[in-house]
Structures are given as structure tokens and as C-alpha cells.
């Protein structure tokens, strides 16, 4: 009884502070603003869960080491997992924050301006918007149903819509927010609303980069950053050879300044205007499209910084290509290219931090004559371009499982749900093991990529897991 009594007597549910009561708060002067930063603190935090483990899934990354998900590379994707809960669980709460400032915060701050409101639509729609992509389904309330991608895809429209329609938006809530519209459209197929929403995020933010910040100092920090950059010597994630001019996008810039995260860049309109062009067989308007993203990432920033840090090694010396004279080719079938590969042990190495991309003119002229031609090439430059920002795997149609801590908890959802199964393309599937895979000679200095994906994905086109448009 005495110890039942003790317990009873330090168990923290007891304690109730009467000075942080939701009244107390709400009724604080302008209590809204710091809503709206613990909603952007929530976008990073997701952030910090999502990218780097969409990385390791795709073909642009490969996890040498033990401190970040082993299951991953080879596509071993299970609700178990605790990185398929804590994602699940971020989504949830960007979600029901934004919720709790529009339908509680908000009512009781008179101060509450539009753009405060439009950036609780966007963030809400964000989290709806990754559900979509990552998740075949999962619940868009507490406790609720599994709903499908495509529901969590128009939920996420709606919002957006929101946000853009509220008066006082900012231009860049309201680019971001059609740049998003845009996506999404183009991931369900609707070609004609997302070329409409891109031509409208370029008229409005013709050089949109809208970012999630991050605190070097107190957190959140940039967890891809960590990963790349800060743990050094590590060398957790080793680039493809083919993108080790690109890597690493994100450095510490000081002691308390993080590299940002680029979630929304007008680059991706252009390349949707594109593609869909393709769809409809206009090589040659495509063409020009995709001469004009090359413009416009040629105007993006390049940082240069010091990367010795960094080996090309796995730990086992000569064995990953890490030198300027190296050539590398995205297959046996394909050509050898120079300057894909850097040096890192000299002076400082220069990176694009917000969009590179290898492709030019002439490597339009010679590699981009048919459709699939340009397809292949246009794919090239998503993966570049979105390197490092969790983009590729949603290329692959690849899809994530409702994590175990859900089904457990959710009495509507159980184990034999279908989001607590992974999507994996048959094609993807099949090389799973092989998707980091390449042969690198340190003699003759050519490193060749096992498969080319963008070409993989190209010849399957009209799989409904890949290519929306086709």
C-alpha cells in the first residue's frame, strides 16, 4: 500500500500546472504567432524523419554504416520498423497542429492576420500532400480509417486551395502552394490542372524556392545534413557516382547556421510543363522547356566549402571513385561522361545547393532525339535536381506501410490493411538489391552504374506505378 501510495504521489498524469491551461494560453496576447513557429518547428521535424530514409530507398544514395535504417537500401520496407512509425506519427502532428491553430488558435486571436491562416492551410495541405506520395494509405484524422493516396491527395488540394484564397497571402505561400497543386495533379494523371497550376506558380514566383529552416544550435537540425556533412569520417550515405558532383547539398554554415531544405522550386513547373509536352508527342516544345529549367538552374547558387572530411571509401580504399579524372557511365550500354566525379581532399569543392544538374545543351542535342529519349533525360535531371530532398523514391513508385505503433492502436485499422503492405514496381523489385550497384576500376578510372534507372523507368512507362502522364 505504501508503495502504491508513493507511486501514486509522483505519477507526472497527476500533476496539473493551473499557470499552462488551453484557456490561460489562448488568451495570451497574439498567442498565434508562436502557434504558427511550432508549426514550421513540426514541418522540420518531419523533415528529419522523411528525407533521409527516402534516400536510402532510392538509387541516389547508398547507407554504409549502422546509425541510420539498414532495412531500406535493398527496399526491405516493414511496419515494424520504427522509422515507418515516427513517420506516420510526424505526418499525424504537422497535421493536427495546423488543425488546432485554424479551428482553436485562430478564433480566439483577433490579431490573426491572412498570412498566418494561408501558412496553416499550406502546412495542413503539406501533410496531406506527403501522405499521399509516401503512403499507398493512411488515416487523415486520429483513430480514423485508412484513406487512399488519391483521397489524401484531393484533401491536400483542398487545402492548398485554401491557403492560395486567403486574403493577405504572402507570394510565397501562395507560388508554393500552386507549385504543390501542380504536383499533386500530376501524380494522379490530371495533365491539364497541372501544367495550369505550374504556369500559374511560375507567373507568380517565377524563381520560388521555398524552404523548411532549420537551428544548428537548439534544433531542429538538418538531419540529411548530418548525414552528409557533419558526422565526417562516418561517411553514413555514399552518393552514386553519377551524382557526386551534387553531394554534399547541405554543409554547416557556422555554429549556429544549417544548411536549408528546399521542399517546393519553381524548377519542378517547367519540368512538369515538360512532361507533359512529352505526353503529347511535342518533342520540340519539350525541348525548349527543358532548355529553359537548364536556364534557370544555371542561375541557382553554388557554395563552395571545405569537404576533406569526406572519403569515397566504404572504409576499404580505392573502392569508390573520388577524383576528377574519373569518368562514369549510367550503364554498360552507355557512354563514359567526365566531371561528374570530385575531388575532396584539396582545396574546397563547389556544390550546388539549391539545383545542379549535368545536362546542357549539347547534351540535349545528342541524347534527347525520340520521346523516351528526352524522358530518360528528362528523369536524369529530376534526379538531379532533387537530390538529397526525399523527391526520387516518389519517381520509383515506391510507397512506405502504416507503421506498426497505427494498426495497434487504430481500432480501424488492423494488420491485414493494405497501407501495411509496401508498393514496389515488379521492375523496381526485381533489382532491389542492385539499386546502388556499379563496378568502378581505380586503374583504368571508369566507374560504371549497374542499372540506369531513369532508363528502367522510361521502358515501363505505362506501368500505373511510374509516369503519370503516359
Known sequence: MLLASGCELVDPTEVVNPNLTEETILSTDNPISPLVLGVRRQAALLSQEQITISEIASDNYENT???????LDNLTIRSQDADMNALGQDLARLRELSDYGLETVAPAD???????????????????????????????????????????????????????????????????????????????????????FAQSAIGTNPNL???????????????????????????????????????????????????????????????????AQLSDQNLAAALVTMQDVIDLVGTRAIESFSNEAQDRTQREPGSRPDSTDIVVAASAQDSFREDLVLYRKGDDISVPVISGTSVDAAYLSANATTIDEALETLYLMRQEIFIAEGRRIMDMGVKFVIGEIEYLSNPNIDINDSGTTPVIPDFIAAIADELDAFSYDPVSREAVITHNLNRILVQNKTNALVLPFE
Do not use: C
Not at 554504416?65 to 532495412?71: I, L, M, R, S
Not at 492560395?164 to 504543390?180: E, F, H, M
Not at 556533412?229 to 557526386?244: A, C, I, M
Open 209 to 275: 524556392v521555398f524552404n523548411i529552416e532549420f537551428d544548428q544550435q537548439n534544433g531542429p537540425l538538418n538531419e540529411m545534413q548530418t548525414a552528409l556533412y557533419d558526422r565526417g569520417g562516418f561517411d553514413d550515405l555514399q552518393v552514386l557516382p553519377r551524382l557526386d558532383f551534387l553531394d554534399p547539398k547541405y554543409y554547416r554554415r557556422n555554429a549556429t547556421d544549417a544548411s536549408p531544405l528546399a521542399i517546393l522550386k519553381i524548377e519542378e513547373a517547367h519540368l512538369i510543363i515538360a512532361e
Open 65 to 71: 554504416q549502422t546509425f541510420y535504417n539498414q532495412n
Open 110 to 196: 483577433p490579431a490573426t492576420t491572412g498570412d498566418q491562416l494561408a501558412e496553416l492551410y499550406f502546412w495542413k495541405a503539406y501533410s496531406f500532400m506527403i501522405a499521399s506520395e509516401l503512403f499507398s494509405s493512411l488515416p487523415g484524422e486520429p483513430d480514423g480509417p485508412a484513406i487512399s493516396s488519391e483521397q489524401n491527395a484531393d484533401s491536400a488540394l483542398v487545402n492548398f486551395n485554401l491557403a492560395i484564397s486567403q486574403s493577405g497571402a504572402t507570394s510565397d505561400i501562395i507560388g508554393a502552394s500552386q507549385l504543390a497543386s501542380a504536383r499533386i495533379n500530376r501524380s494522379l494523371g490530371n495533365k491539364t490542372e497541372a501544367v495550369s
